[in-house]
């Protein structure tokens, strides 16, 4: 069997954090815990956005997509982390490595465009706000996450499709907790110059294009708020960015730490750490972000929570 032949039978290891049962039982706990705060959290904003018809509007239909596109992204890491430290087992398929850098880059590009899309939405209302239901009409809105589906769909497909040429047939041993593209391609015996060019031309437009978008939205804000008069109403149209701008400084932060820095490559803890930050914890913070700064959100979750308890 010649060595591009083997890729079909090849299992990945994912080495992960640590190797010591002590230390690996702490990661379960933390892990675990981690997923079902974000899964819970996520799930409660989708629904208390479904369920309050005051929450139909453009602004609360970019953060449905945004809870649903954090709930995939975790789901896409944590689960098979977890399956493999109980199985006491590092292993994945091949099958199963690939599957899951798609969605991983789906999920991940999703957060990036619905981030530039909101941005652009918070730009609107506070600097066009008598023209605000006319730009961001429903047509709008629409096409605007059509469109991010759509590349982000895109774009991982090429990804994956580049992957599956490649063949794998010396050192299996991938030095983080998933299956993350940039390790995968040090293992491959085969060229991957063109994966590696498609890589890195896309991460760069897809983080410096949407980046700049949110730069560009930011600074017209910012001009905006300086003119307004009163103390009061500077804060007050301030505080309306508040939430989008902390998740966007944690998710931009740590994920252009792990794809554009150095070590984004390497096998060092401080690499997974910082992974560990924009997959796990962003996702994780984002429920609570956006619902301890936003009167809106809270009084539809008690309204939510209040028939919850009373149906039971």
């Known amino acids: ?49 479904v369920s309050d018809s005051h929450l139909h509007t453009p602004t609360y239909f970019f953060l449905f997509n945004l809870s649903f596109a954090d709930i995939g992204f975790i789901s896409t890491t944590i689960p098979k982390m977890l399956v493999n ?68 769909l895109s774009y991982s497909l090429i990804q994956s499709l580049l992957m599956l040429r490649l063949s794998f047939c010396t050192s299996w041993e991938i030095q983080h907790f998933y299956c993350e593209i940039a390790q995968a391609l040090t293992l491959a015996c085969s060229d991957t110059l063109v994966n590696h060019i498609v890589l890195y031309i896309v991460t760069g437009l897809l983080g410096f294009v949407p980046f700049s978008g949110i730069l560009f939205s930011y600074t017209r804000i910012v001009s905006s708020i300086l003119r307004i008069p009163s103390t009061y109403g500077k804060y007050k149209a301030f505080s309306t960015c508040g939430s989008h701008l902390s998740v966007v400084s944690l998710f931009y932060g740590t994920g252009l730490g792990v794809y554009l820095s150095s070590d984004a490559s390497s096998s060092s803890w401080k690499g997974m750490v910082t992974s560990v930050i924009y997959t796990v914890v962003t996702p994780m913070l984002n429920p609570f972000i956006y619902s301890l700064r936003n009167t809106d959100i809270k009084s539809a979750l008690k309204k939510l929570l209040g028939r919850t308890f009373y149906v039971q």
């Open 85 to 152: 430290i109980q199985t006491q087992s590092k292993s994945i398929s091949y099958a199963g490595c690939i599957t899951q850098m798609y969605f991983f880059m789906v999920f991940g590009g999703m957060d990036t465009f619905l981030l530039t899309v909101m941005a652009y939405d918070r730009f609107v209302a506070i600097c066009h706000p008598l023209h605000y239901p006319v730009i961001m009409n429903s047509h709008l809105c629409g096409l605007l996450v059509v469109t991010s589906w759509f590349i982000s």
């Open 1 to 49: 069997m010649g060595p591009g032949n083997q890729t079909n039978a090849l299992e990945f290891l994912l080495l992960g954090f640590s190797q010591d049962s002590e230390h690996q039982l702490m990661l379960f706990g933390l892990f675990l815990s981690m997923f079902i705060v974000t899964m819970l959290g996520n799930l409660f904003i989708i629904l208390a956005i």
